[in-house]
C-alpha cells in the first residue's frame, strides 16, 4: 500500500513538475515577446545610431557660417568634400578676402592654403587651438574622432524635451585620457536618433562648448543639422551659426580631391 | 713764449673762437649725455634680464627653445633628486613652461602660463604674493600683460588648457599683483602662477621646463650627475641676443657721436684753414725772425688745440649741472612711443642716463685727440712755405 501510494505521488510530481516548467518557459516567452516590443534601446545602440547618422561613406556639403561677434557678425560660405571619417577638403567661397582659402585634413593632418600669400602651411601645435576664421570652433575640433562610440562610452542619463521634441539625454564619458572633451552631453532625438543638443566638457567638468541645432534637415533618408549654433562659452558673444545650404550623401569623390596638390589647384 | 702767441692769436680772433668754443663743448656736453643713455641701456637690459628673467643661468630640457611656442606642450619633464636637492638648497628655482589661452572679459588671448614656487628667491619677482588663498588660483601678470588683457588685481578670468595626454579643460584664476617689469619677455602675454597648481593642471608631478639658478651656483657641477634630457645654458649663453642687440645699439651710439663730433670739427678746421691764408705774412716775419717750419706748425696746433681745451673748460660750466640733472630726473620720452618695440629688456618710458667717470674720461681724450689732429692737417701746408713767398702775402 506504502509503495503504491509512494508511486502515485511520485508519478503526480512529474506531472505537476513538467506542468511547472512550461508555465515558467511559457511565462518567459510571453514577458520577452513584450519587453521586446517595449524595451527602451540601450545607451550604446542609441549612440550607435546617432553614429549612423552623422557620418557617411562620403558628403559635399555648401555650408554658410555666421561668426556673431561682440560688435558685428560676418559670413564666410565654403563648400566641403568628406570622404569616411578620415578625409576633408575644404574650400572657401565668401567673402572675397577669404575666398580662394582651402583646408584640407588627411587622418591626423591638416593644411590651410592661402591664396593672398600663396603658401600652404601645415597646422600643428597651438595652431590647432586658433579659432577657424575667428568663429566658436577650434581646428582641434575638426581633428576629432567623428564616431562619438569609438572614442566615449555612454550612459543614460534622463530624457527631457529639446525644441519640442522629446529627447534622451546620454552622458558620454572618454574611453582615453587623449580625447579632447573628456566627457559630453548629448539630448538625443528619441524618434530621429539625432542629437538636438549638445555640450562638451573639460577634464576637470568645466563646461566648454555648446552645440544647438535650431533646424533639422533630411536628405537621401538622413538627418542632418540644416541649421545649428556653435557657442564657445568661455568666449563672450552670440556664437556661430552653421546653415547647411545644401548637402549630398554618398557622391562620388575623385581621388584627386583629397590630395596636397588639390589645395593650390 | 710761444704760448703767449698761440693765446694771443686764439682770442685776437674775437667772435670766431667763442663760437667755435661753444659748438664744440656743446658736442662735448651731447656725445657724454648720449653715452650715459647707451651705458644705461645696455646695463639696464643686463641687470633687468638677470634679474628678472634667467639668474645665473638655467639647466633647461634640451628641447625647450624660447622662440618656439609649438615645443612648449613637449619640453618638460620631471625633475630629479638632484635638481630638487639644488632647488631644496635655494641654489636653483624651476619654473614648468606652458601655452594655453586665456579669456579675459570673454576675449582670446593666446598666454604661456610660468609656474614657479611662490617662496622662490632666485628671481627678482614679487612671487610671494601668489601664496594668498583667493579661493583659486592666483596668478600673477606684467603691466604690459594689464595693459592689453585690461585685467587688473582682484579680477578673475578663465584659462584653457589641453593637458598633458591632450585633453581640454579650463578653470577660474585671480590676478594676486600686477607687476611693474623691466623685461617684456617675461610681461607680454605671461601668466605666472604657483608651480605646484601648474603641475596639477597638466598632471605632471615634479616636472619642470628650467631650473632657473642662483647666480652663486656653478651649473656645471651637477651637470654629470644628471640626465641627459637637461642641458647647461649660462647666463653668458642666454645673454647672447641681447648683447647682439646691444652692439647694434653701440653703431648707432658712434653714428650719432661722428655726426656730433664732425659739426665741431668742420668749424675748427675751416678757422684753420682760414687762418692759415690770412695769416700768411705774419707766417713768413715768423720764419724770417728764426721760428722753424715745424715751429710755426707747432703753434698753429697748439692753437686748434686750445679750442678742445677751452670747449672743455665751456661745457664743464654748463654741462655739469644739466648731465647731474639729467641722471637724477632721467630724461622721459616721447608720449606714444612703443618701449618695447626697441627689443631690449629695461627700457622703460624715463631713461636715467648712465655716467661712468672711465667711459667720461675716454670720450674726452679721443675727442681732444682728433681735435688736435684736424688742427694739424691744415697746418702741414706750413712745411711747404717759403719765408720769402709768405711775406709776399704768397703760397709756395
Redesign the interface.
Known sequence: MKLQNRLIWKGNYRITGLLFLKAVAAAVIAIWSISAITQEPSASEILGHVDENITADSRIATISMTIHG?RSSRTVRSKSWVRGTDESFSEYLSPPREAGTKMLKIEDELWIYSPSTDRTIQI????L?E?VMGSDLSYEDFMEDPVLSNIYKPELEGEEVVSERDCRILHLT?KS??????SRRLWVDKERFFPLKEEWY???G?L?KTLEVKEVGQEQGRWYPKRALFNDV????DGTEVVVEDIEFDADIPDRVFSRAALRR | MMLKLALKNFFGAGLRTWLNILVLSIAFVAIIWLQGIFVSFSSRAFDAMIAEEIGGGYIQHKEYDPYDPTSLEETFAPLCEILLDIQNREKATAMLIYPAIAYPAGRMHNVTLRGIKPEQTILELPTEKMAADLGVVPVMIGSRMSRSTSLSEGDRFMIRWRDRRGALDAKEFEVAAVMSLENQSVDSGQIWMPLSDLQKMLQTDNAATIMVLSTEFDGQSVMGRIADDWILKTQYDLTEDLRSLIAMADIEYYVFYIIFLLLALISIFDTQILALFRRRKEMGTLMSLGMTRHQLIGLFTFEGGLYALFALLLGAVYGTPILIWTARNGFPLPEGMDMDSFGIPGITDTIYPDYRFSSIFSTIILSVIIVVIVSYLPARRIARLKPTDALRGKWS
Open positions: 561682440r600643428s601645435g597651438h595652431m587651438r579659432p572618454a585620457d587623449d580625447v579632447t572633451y573628456q573639460g577634464s576637470g568645466t566648454l568661455l568666449k563672450r558673444g
